[in-house]
């Protein structure tokens, strides 16, 4: 028993996908970076390094980024694109082959995946529900004959590992105070590339770099004349923040040095900057939930015998740390590792049928009800709305790529107010938020939209127009819990005077 070696990856988190022996005539490991774009913090790599050091071979991680994907634009693919930037000079750096490919022209990089596998011993890949990952690994399946094993690095909580899909934040929260606790001690490794060096690989394949070019570093850089030769949709604009994990580690020590100390009260201010700004980075994996959660357990020198006992899925006093921590772990972990939970785990999760029976029954009883203002998805779009709060917000999504975490939810449900149904509703806030969101086309951004309709929540009362039992919120109500005229003039700016009844 002494003599058993420590998995450095548990085996909760791996799925063998083609289940063959490694071929050990294959030039090297094959790390297929999809879902975990970053270098630390990261089991997929962990688990293709272990492999690499267990068979001797080289490590080479392909990272590629595809042009047909539904709403691809300048937003998207520059953050992307720094990051592989990034990922190229730390790879670099401790002599691992990088292989950055970035399509020019839509379908550019068909076969390339199935030719670098043939020479692998065992491809590894990352197993994240997020968006068309699911789609593209389901196809590699299909297609490869080498090994090919899919890791989890999502969340705290192995996807797994849960019994079911949970229906309710409430007892989602219950069942991880009392399964969690074993799985806070484990962690990706910090720093695996200086932990478990493997032998270089000479050169990338070239039979494969022949056919089919790695992106050039003007490239990467994504600089607005590299992304105006690519065939996206150039009206959705890069975001003002760059792409990468060094930003987002930036970020995270800027937010618990500075913001978090208001986080409990203050992350529903308007004109706080107490938000932790980190889902966009989770989402495109630049960061991971497990860094993130160390690093805050750090701050608060909190170790997992400082666990509450018996708190029967309340908020309040699970983590034994302090409000702002509790406050932010409820969303970092409950509400998170809820969306990748019913991903796993539920039927249809992204889709208006994924809403719980008494909230579909309710909002088709009141779907003839009349609405007191209608707009189309065009005019929503363009914030054109008679309502200005509102309008600030779709502002701040087509601008900045988020909106502040009060106003998201009242943005969605004043969309349900504003459409002639509930299904039509649905479908212009997945438009509008998948077209401009950073943390867009994601399980945690689907359950926010989910939850506007009811998902994840209870009937309320009384019973109202439009809305029946689902939960209602009124821009009026927001004006007197909030301050909203700085961030209006902030969003709307020199449009105010014209919106303004």
């Not at 670099?92 to 550019?108: D, L």
């Not at 495109?284 to 608060?300: D, N, P, T, V, W």
């Not at 707009?375 to 363009?382: K, S």
Request: proline share 6%; hydrophobic share 40%; charged share 25%.
């Amino acid at each position: 028993m002494g003599n058993e070696k420590k998995e450095i990856v548990p085996k909760e988190r791996v799925r063998v996908l083609v289940d063959r022996a490694p071929n050990s005539e294959g030039d090297y490991i094959l790390y297929w970076m999809t879902g975990a774009r970053r270098t630390t913090w990261n089991y997929a790599l962990d688990r293709a390094l272990e492999l690499a050091s267990e068979l001797g071979k080289p490590l080479l991680v392909l990272e590629a980024i595809r042009l047909d994907y539904r709403w691809a634009s300048d937003r998207f693919h520059r953050f992307v694109l720094q990051g592989m930037a990034e990922n190229q000079r730390r790879f670099s750096a401790h002599q691992v082959a990088y292989y950055p490919f970035v399509e020019t022209q839509v379908g550019e990089g068909k076969g390339l995946l199935r030719a670098l596998a043939d020479s692998a011993c065992v491809v590894v890949t990352d197993d994240a529900p997020v968006f068309f990952l699911p789609a593209l690994l389901r196809g590699a399946v299909s297609r490869l004959r080498t090994r090919l094993e899919a890791v989890d690095s999502n969340g705290l909580l192995p996807m797994r590992e849960a019994p079911k899909a949970f229906a309710r934040a409430y007892d989602f929260r219950r069942f991880l105070q009392k399964s969690l606790g074993p799985w806070l001690s484990q962690s990706p490794c910090e720093d695996a590339l200086s932990r478990l060096p493997t032998r270089p690989l000479v050169s990338l394949p070239a039979a494969c770099t022949k056919r089919w070019p790695p992106a050039t570093s003007a490239l990467l850089e994504a600089g607005p004349l590299a992304l105006g030769r690519l065939p996206l949709e150039h009206s959705v604009g890069p975001v003002k923040y760059a792409g990468g994990s060094t930003t987002a580690e930036q970020r995270l020590e800027g937010f618990l040095n500075a913001g978090f100390g208001h986080y409990a009260e203050g992350r529903n201010r308007l004109s706080s900057g107490d938000s932790s700004g980190l889902s966009g980075y989770l989402h495109f994996g630049h960061i991971s939930a497990h860094e993130i959660f160390r690093k805050l357990a750090q701050r608060e020198a909190w170790s997992p015998d400082m666990l509450g006992e018996c708190t029967k899925g309340k908020r309040e006093g699970w983590w034994g740390m302090g409000e702002n921590s509790e406050a932010f772990l409820d969303q970092l972990v409950t509400w998170r590792e809820l969306g990748f939970n019913n991903a796993v785990l539920g039927a249809n999760s992204s889709s208006y049928s994924s809403i719980p029976e008494w909230a579909r029954v309710s909002l088709e009883l009141h779907s003839g009800d009349a609405r007191p203002y209608r707009y189309d998805l065009a005019t929503l779009e363009q914030a054109g709305t008679h309502d200005d709060l509102w309008n600030a917000a779709q502002e701040q999504l087509r601008q900045q790529g988020t909106i502040h975490n009060y106003l998201r939810m009242l943005w969605g449900k004043k969309i349900l107010h504003w459409s002639r149904s509930p299904e039509e509703a649905f479908e212009i806030m997945v438009e509008l938020n998948n077209k401009y969101a950073m943390d867009g086309r994601d399980p945690n951004s689907d359950s926010g939209i989910l939850w506007t309709l009811g998902k994840f929540d209870r009937a309320w009362g009384p019973e109202r127009p439009v809305f029946g039992k689902v939960r209602y919120m009124t821009s009026e109500n927001t004006r007197k819990k909030l301050g909203v005229g700085p961030y209006i003039a902030e969003w709307l700016g020199p449009r105010l005077d014209s919106l303004l009844p």
